[in-house]
């Protein structure tokens, strides 16, 4: 809706004070403004009310783009299948649904196997009808054998991208903050699941709105406040009779044998579902026999389980075991396949028998996951029985490995010079399902000393990281992986993965740490190609701490390397970024003709940086060509979707406005870079963008709105360890107040 932009330059607000004042996320509001989503009603009520304006008169064409908009997208739903034989639970069933729709959060306890989850997930699905915006999922695997607990920050990383929101804050308040505001505009139920206690729940919990939580765990969370418990117990009797009765197929029963049976079982659903299928498959027993069966068997569960175990053959035995070492939260056939070196038909095949013995669950057609006391059963009888364990990880290891390798080269990336056949979506969606198990499978592959894996995973995932700047295990994968890769002389790879380690602490803006790890990467003797990027990253850093002159050698080294190697885009971006430099040492005329030079040898999105610089540079000297160069550039951007350099491409015409004396209309372009700018989380950004906008609200007189966004600058340089930006911004403010002090004189 068009009408929007001009509710929002009514307002004199920045598109954060704005959504604060309309009780919208930024990012949703910045969607809203920019035509990539039609609002809800209820949003433009809420925006028409922050101006004071009557919203009436905007309906006829809310209504139109409403219609004229695409169809919306499905409902999310995450959750797993819901059970058809669940039994039972109707009394909490009826206190967890009462509680969602007037609380709007609950916590579901009880004992492992009790059926927390199968509660939850019924629950989520009788209730989809009340939550449009979809069900979402999340396993926090509190006591998950062979698995930590989920941080909350990566816990918040993962809910968020269910969101598509792909670039996420760093810090764990911040991500708790943006998640509370995506949900406050939303109508979402998000089960939390096998949660280990309440701090690892707590930041996950919606703020105001109408979405709800339903959380389970194995302990009571008395601490957790606006979440009340709900425990559930065994089931009583008369429901495990039934349950065991639907899940064994029996048309009558013998009432004292069927006793022993529930005894052995504990009323626990798992345990109950395992017998029936027990006797199920064995049409020849009657319950009698089952209850001795069990009752020789030491141990409940152990029981339970080992009879299910029994009525399957050795080869199905075999596939259980070592599924008990399969890293990861769920896996597909052909990872069976990996792990137990059978044909995809074989595997098949023996998982359904698997499925229908309850040892396994089919979350969706041809994705299973074992249950968190059955996984501990298999991983326990696997160390037990199965002397090739350890090798079947590595053939599972080596399967992901392989596939991850397979998918990256179908995606398209400036380190390779052509991607290989294939749908780059499809390999995307790859990555996306399978992350959570090929993180599992680095972990797995670092304590098993299985070095291939662990060097060469974080590189196939290069691309995917790329575009979900702010992953949590990224660096942490990139350290082992080069500490790996020097172990293994493999220099070259250490340098490559060195320099992605300093990319992700760079755009983190963390540059003291960045610094270190591309000067690393350059005493590993890294190819001239990998040289001279490194040396055009080492500028920018230098240049982002100060280093003026350091920066401007290695931007020029950078140029001198991509010449040689015949890299004219590389070219491109050192002459660029070293009239950038040239520009911040006072040289305009010598900046300029750097920035010619380096449009003049790039083509198409490759002139952005020399276009913009040549923008800045000639802004004091010929406005007329300062403009037609940085609309080039943005116009650039925009015809191939670079949000990250339009809202750099805005920025700047906002400074060489300011230049030129038109502080208004720059305003305009620097609340547009930090519209563009909101969904990315980019650090770096940020802080160039905070103190050139503080610079153009000072010439604007707008000393307020100056002295908030210097604050925030020191704050973000004061946390970051960026002594240099933090002096530039004190700097500033001291002229800022003075500038201030004078205009309330006169």
């Known amino acids: 809706m068009a009408q929007l932009a001009g509710v929002k330059e009514l307002s004199g607000l920045s598109l954060r004070a704005l959504a604060r004042q309309a009780g919208l996320s930024s990012s949703s509001l910045s969607r809203y403004l920019t035509g990539r989503l039609v609002p809800p009603w209820e949003a433009v009520v809420a925006l028409c009310r922050v101006v004071g304006r009557d919203p009436r008169p905007l309906r006829a064409a809310w209504a139109e783009a409403a219609k004229a908009g695409a169809a919306p997208a499905p409902r999310r739903n995450d959750l797993p299948a819901d059970l058809f034989d669940f039994t039972g639970r109707e009394t909490e069933s009826a206190l967890v649904e009462e509680l969602l729709r007037t609380v709007g959060a609950v916590a579901i306890d009880g004992m492992a196997g009790v059926g927390k989850t199968s509660l939850a997930v019924r629950v989520a699905h009788r209730l989809a009808p009340a939550f449009p915006d979809g069900g979402l999922y999340l396993d926090l695997h509190g006591f998950t054998p062979g698995q930590e607990p989920v941080e909350p920050q990566v816990a918040l990383g993962r809910l968020l991208g269910a969101l598509e929101i792909t670039h996420l804050p760093a810090g764990a308040a911040e991500r708790a903050a943006l998640w509370r505001s995506e949900l406050s505009r939303r109508r979402a139920l998000v089960v939390l699941d096998n949660a280990v206690d309440a701090d690892q729940v707590r930041p996950l919990l919606p703020g105001t709105g109408k979405s709800a939580v339903l959380i389970t765990s194995r302990h009571r969370l008395v601490s957790l406040d606006g979440a009340p418990p709900v425990s559930l117990e065994p089931l009583?009797?008369?429901?495990?009779?039934?349950?065991?009765?639907?899940?064994?197929?029996?048309?009558?029963?013998?009432?004292?044998?069927?006793?022993?049976?529930?005894?052995?079982?504990?009323?626990?659903?798992?345990?109950?579902?395992?017998?029936?299928?027990?006797?199920?498959?064995?049409?020849?027993?009657?319950?009698?026999?089952?209850?001795?069966?069990?009752?020789?068997?030491?141990?409940?569960?152990?029981?339970?389980?080992?009879?299910?175990?029994?009525?399957?053959?050795?080869?199905?035995?075999?596939?259980?075991?070592?599924?008990?070492?399969?890293?990861?939260?769920?896996?597909?056939?052909?990872?069976?396949?990996?792990?137990?070196?059978?044909?995809?038909?074989?595997?098949?095949?023996?998982l359904e028998e698997l499925v229908d013995a309850h040892l396994v669950q089919e979350l969706s057609p041809g994705r299973y996951r074992m249950h968190d006391l059955i996984r501990r059963y298999a991983a326990e009888l696997a160390a037990a029985e199965e002397p090739q364990a350890n090798a079947a990880l590595r053939r599972v290891l080596n399967h992901y490995l392989a596939q991850a390798l397979a998918h990256d080269r179908t995606l398209p990336s400036p380190y390779r010079r052509q991607p290989s056949p294939g749908d780059p979506a499809q390999a995307m969606a790859w990555f996306d399902l399978e992350y959570v198990n090929l993180v599992a499978c680095f972990d797995a592959a670092a304590r098993l000393g299985a070095d291939e894996v662990v060097a060469d995973l974080p590189q196939a995932m290069r691309v995917w990281f790329f575009r979900h700047r702010g992953t949590d295990d990224q660096a942490r994968l990139l350290e082992t992986a080069a500490d790996t890769a020097a172990r293994l002389g493999r220099h070259q790879q250490r340098a490559a993965l060195l320099a992605d380690l300093g990319y992700a602490r760079a755009v983190a803006g963390r540059l003291t740490e960045a610094l270190l790890a591309y000067e690393s990467a350059e005493q590993s003797g890294p190819d001239d190609d990998l040289a001279a990027g490194l040396a055009l990253r080492i500028g920018l850093v230098r240049r982002d701490l100060g280093d003026l002159e350091a920066a401007q050698a290695h931007l020029r080294r950078a140029r001198h390397l991509f010449e040689k190697i015949g890299h004219p885009a590389g070219q491109s971006q050192a002459l660029a970024f070293d009239g950038w430099v040239t520009l911040l040492l006072g040289c305009h005329r010598e900046a300029a003709e750097l920035a010619r030079a380096s449009v003049a040898v790039a083509d198409g999105p490759a002139r952005i940086t020399g276009l913009v610089t040549l923008g800045v540079a000639l802004a004091s000297q010929d406005p007329a060509t300062s403009l037609r160069a940085l609309q080039d550039a943005l116009q650039l951007s925009e015809q191939h979707n670079l949000q990250h350099n339009q809202a750099w491409c805005h920025n700047y015409l906002g400074v060489a406005l300011r230049i030129m004396g038109s502080p208004d209309k720059a305003l305009e372009h620097h609340r547009r870079a930090f519209e563009l700018l909101e969904p990315l989380a980019e650090i770096q950004m940020e802080i160039d963008f905070l103190h050139t906008f503080a610079e153009t609200c000072r010439a604007a007189g707008r000393y307020d709105e100056a002295l908030t966004l210097l604050e925030r600058t020191i704050t973000i340089a004061t946390e970051l360890g960026r002594p240099y930006d933090e002096r530039l911004a004190r700097a500033a403010r001291e002229v800022v107040v003075a500038n201030a002090a004078g205009g309330s004189e006169a």
Request: charged fraction near 20%.
């Open 236 to 350: 009583a009797d008369a429901d495990a009779a039934h349950l065991f009765g639907r899940a064994a197929g029996l048309t009558h029963t013998d009432e004292e044998a069927v006793g022993q049976v529930l005894r052995q079982c504990g009323g626990l659903p798992l345990a109950l579902r395992m017998a029936g299928a027990r006797l199920r498959h064995r049409p020849g027993w009657t319950v009698a026999v089952l209850a001795e069966r069990l009752n020789d068997t030491p141990g409940r569960f152990d029981s339970v389980f080992g009879m299910s175990l029994q009525q399957l053959g050795a080869v199905q035995r075999r596939v259980f075991r070592l599924l008990g070492v399969l890293p990861g939260v769920d896996f597909d056939a052909a990872a069976a396949g990996a792990l137990t070196e059978m044909p995809a038909g074989r595997i098949g095949a023996v």
